[in-house]
């Protein structure tokens, strides 16, 4: 199987190009911003079509949610035109794609999990552009949308490299305690994408770690499970006023993965906890190297 990744400078691109490896694929092309611009459409389509691989795990998505208030126009031309384009070339070339889509899709305000046909109200740019993003996928009868949320891993800036960061310098931190939802390890979604990847079970998922916490929890846990004593004031979204709106309910019913025969993506703590790993072994190898 040949496959595509785009956004390889990124957290999750790179991930599923690693675990990829891991399960002994060897025709794996990655795509960098460089390699192929998300915002020309010419530039897209041909890269794919000349390519033509049997699969495309498109990851590339322009993601920064409060400047995209301001950028709009680039952010729609990389998250729903780029998107588009990926779409048109997979279904000429009859490739599937994965689609990363995001719980910013949907306004937050139901009282209980997020399934996938819920209806969809995007409260921001960023969360519009990936809307209709989806939208766009469908034309290629042969794609798999997964939703994801509060993404972290190794290759890229996240709230959990953030919160170990002050920690160096700060005995207490403010942190938003009023927006429930998980977290999603890049390694842990690079697994089940690429199982997913090995079936035809087209359509919409939910994939993020089992259960659900506020941001101020997640960094009560980053720094327990670090030894960091840093005291965590539980203030609300009021409190910190950001130029995008983000959904105080994140929270997405996962069920279906299992009803399709795929693998829950193991607990958020848990996640943290492998991650804790991964940055001391990045730290020791850094070590080594310099
Ligand atoms: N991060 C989250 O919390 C979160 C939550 C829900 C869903 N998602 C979705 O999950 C996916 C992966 O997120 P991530 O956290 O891995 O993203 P990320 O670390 O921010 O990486 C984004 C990638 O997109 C590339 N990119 C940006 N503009 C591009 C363009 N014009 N042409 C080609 N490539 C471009 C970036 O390359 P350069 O760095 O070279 O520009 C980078 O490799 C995205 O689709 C995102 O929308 C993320």
Redesign the pocket.
């Known amino acids: 199987m040949k496959c595509v990744v ?9 991930d599923i190009i690693k675990e990829l490896k891991n399960q002994g694929y060897n025709d794996i092309i990655g ?4 390699d ?4 020309d459409p010419f530039e897209v389509q041909t890269t794919i079509i000349n390519l033509k691989p049997d699969i495309v795990f ?6 920064k949610v409060d400047l995209a208030e301001e950028e709009s126009k680039l952010c729609e ?3 729903t035109i ?1 998107t588009k384009q990926i779409a048109i070339a997979c279904k000429k070339i009859h490739a599937k794609l994965i ?6 899709i949907f306004d937050g305000n139901k009282n209980s999990e997020y399934f996938e046909d819920d209806f969809c109200n995007p409260q921001n740019v ?1 969360g519009m552009t ?1 809307y209709l993003g989806e939208l766009y996928t469908r034309i290629n009868p042969n794609t798999f949308i997964v ?7 190794i ?4 709230f959990i490299k953030t919160m170990l960061k002050l920690a160096e310098n700060h005995t207490e931190v403010n942190v938003i305690c009023d927006q429930i939802g998980s977290p ?1 390890y ?1 390694v842990d979604l690079a697994k089940l994408l690429v199982a997913m990847a090995q079936t035809e079970k087209y359509g919409t998922y939910h994939a993020t770690n089992e259960g659900f916490c506020s941001w101020a929890d997640l960094a009560e846990y980053v720094f327990q499970s670090n030894g960091l004593d840093v005291k965590v004031n539980r203030i609300l979204t009021s409190d910190y006023p950001q130029k995008a709106k983000r959904p105080f309910n994140s929270r997405l019913n996962k069920d279906k993965l299992e009803n399709c025969g795929f693998q829950r993506l193991p607990s958020w703590q848990d996640a943290i906890d492998r991650f804790n790993q991964e940055l001391k072994k990045e730290k020791v190898l850094k070590k080594i190297t310099f």
């Open positions: 785009t956004g390889t400078s990124g957290q999750l691109g790179y795509l960098t911003h460089k192929m611009d998300l915002s498109h990851c590339a998505a322009y993601t031309q990389i998250n780029g689609y990363i889509s995001t719980d910013y960023y990936k939703r994801i949320s509060w993404v972290f891993g290759n890229g800036k996240n999603t890049t």
